[in-house]
């Protein structure tokens, strides 16, 4: 059993069979992880780097922790004390960092499709930790794995995505990882945050949150990214209102006639998008997304790493 | 062309695994210190029956498997990709009598990284090993084991499988296959 794709860019073109080979040995990832000893030496003739163009705290120490477990070699990189200040070209970064013999690399950049450029014009296996609005593979992965450990499947369960779908690239790996296992999904946000022709990767829209919270099985609330909305003319008109509107409090759970599981990827803007009463609240599974990332990343490391041929 | 034949039938391995349990009460006795362990893949099915034949001879014995995939040395080398199984044991293997099982020994790599995998656990008082199959010329490391059901002399292209009736086959028995 192998995946079909060498580098770990998207979701999309994954298969289903490729999906449920990572969350197997996630599982196994996972009792490594509670035993005493939480470290495994398979990685240990791999060096990885971590290439974050853009901030990150929780993927990219989740992503360290995964290496570290697998035993593999890590070098940091971040843009903000780095030569990219000086004018580097993202080719010549990388190429400089491979040169020093490290065989995969985890990248972050704010350039969708920059993990593909780089995939295909170097050696190293890539894994796309973020490209700007396109995918966030590992975030999709795990998120999928966390409802099938809450739930018992994912196939059939109905989510709802909320928020900022046009900027986010959570969503659209959600979107499909939840599709390829059979789930049903719906975004729901304001008119401006969704897409025009999303309903052609066959999920449906929804602009009315109660509605869409008592359609669900799992929400899945996204943080409303104001750093990627620069424009003149603001999306929404305010947060208040968006608060208002598409905020997730602990009355509209109670008014369901369900019980609902709650998810956020991170970071929380509180009382914004989802108010601390529900985020700490009993039907959140927001801190397991977070413990199983790591299981999910050292599954995803592990089979792309047996792509690399021992010299 | 590959060629096969019946090496050992189920009654005669039936005759072997009541064999290997009495060792194991001859050295073991009460039991109450010591865990049955099955190494992953094919050492479960051989480690069910030995508890599950100790049971019928009245004998209560608690029973683990490890994973050996994280630790082995051919991680990458394999054209073949290596996906990992499941671990599980019962309690802390601190001061335990642990005895390995496994259905074919062979080279001892796989041996030595279900031992490492095992290690990581706690510290066993000491470790056993018990296999069924013994391919006596093969060994890459030296790994021998404390229980053998049938020493077999064979060559490099020559295989020795444990079928078992747990995974589909017919009835248990161990065939010899000439590739």
Not at chain 1, 116 to 124: G, K
Not at chain 2, 30 to 43: C, E, H, I, K, Y
Request: aromatic residues 6%; charged residues 25%; hydrophobic residues 40%.
């Amino acid at each position: 059993m192998k995946l079909s794709t060498r580098h770990l860019n998207a979701i999309e073109p994954l298969t289903k069979a490729d999906i449920e080979l990572i969350f197997s040995q996630a599982d196994q990832f996972k009792e490594v992880l509670n035993r005493p000893i939480k470290k495994v030496p398979s990685l240990r003739d791999v060096t990885i780097a971590n290439l974050f163009f853009e901030n990150s705290t929780r993927t990219r120490l989740s992503f360290e922790l995964a290496e570290k477990r697998l035993g593999a070699d890590v070098v940091n990189f971040s843009a903000s004390n780095s030569s990219v200040k000086k004018g580097e070209t993202l080719i010549d970064t990388v190429n400089n960092i491979l040169s020093m013999k490290v065989d995969m690399v985890v990248m972050r950049h704010s350039a969708p499709g920059a993990c593909d450029f780089i995939a295909q014009r170097t050696n190293a296996v890539v894994v796309n930790a973020g490209d700007g609005t396109h995918e966030h593979p590992t975030q999709g992965l795990l998120d999928a794995y966390s409802i099938r450990e809450k739930l018992g499947q994912v196939k059939g369960k109905r989510v709802v995505i909320v928020g900022d779908i046009t900027h986010s690239r959570v969503g659209l790996s959600n979107i499909y990882c939840l599709q390829k296992l059979g789930a049903e999904v719906m975004v729901c946000g304001p008119t401006t945050l969704i897409p025009k022709y999303i309903h052609e990767l066959g999920v449906q829209v929804e602009h009315n949150l109660e509605k869409a919270l008592e359609w669900c099985d799992v929400a899945n609330m996204l943080r409303i990214q104001l750093e990627r909305q620069d424009t003149s003319v603001p999306y929404f008109p305010s947060l208040r209102e968006y608060s208002a509107m598409f905020g997730l409090t602990q009355d509209r759970l109670n008014a369901l006639s369900k019980d609902i599981v709650v998810m956020h990827p991170g970071p929380i803007n509180r009382g914004v998008e989802i108010t601390s009463e529900v985020a700490d609240g009993s039907n959140s599974i927001i801190l397991n997304q977070v413990e199983n990332g790591v299981a999910i990343r050292m599954a995803a490391l592990f089979i792309l790493s047996q792509g690399l041929t021992r010299k | 062309m590959t060629k096969q034949v019946t090496l050992i039938s189920n009654n005669l391995l039936n005759m072997m695994i009541q064999r290997l349990c009495k060792q194991l009460i001859e050295n073991h006795k009460d039991f109450t210190n010591s865990l049955l362990v099955g190494l992953q893949p094919r050492g479960t099915f051989l480690c069910e029956r030995i508890v599950a034949e100790l049971h019928a001879m009245g004998v209560q014995v608690k029973h683990g498997v490890v994973d050996p995939t994280f630790y082995r040395d051919d991680f990458r080398i394999h054209e073949k990709p290596l996906v990992a199984k499941s671990t599980y044991l019962p309690e802390n293997i601190d001061g335990m009598r642990v005895v390995l099982i496994d259905d074919v020994l062979y080279t001892g790599r796989t041996i030595r990284a279900g031992m490492e995998s095992l290690m990581e656990y706690g510290r066993p008082k000491n470790i056993e090993l018990l296999v069924l199959i013994d391919r006596k010329k093969g060994r890459e490391i030296p790994v021998e084991a404390n229980y053998v059901g049938k020493e077999v002399e064979s060559l490099k292209n020559e295989r020795v499988k444990v079928l078992w009736k747990n995974e589909g086959a017919k009835e248990d028995h161990v065939i010899f296959l000439n590739e």
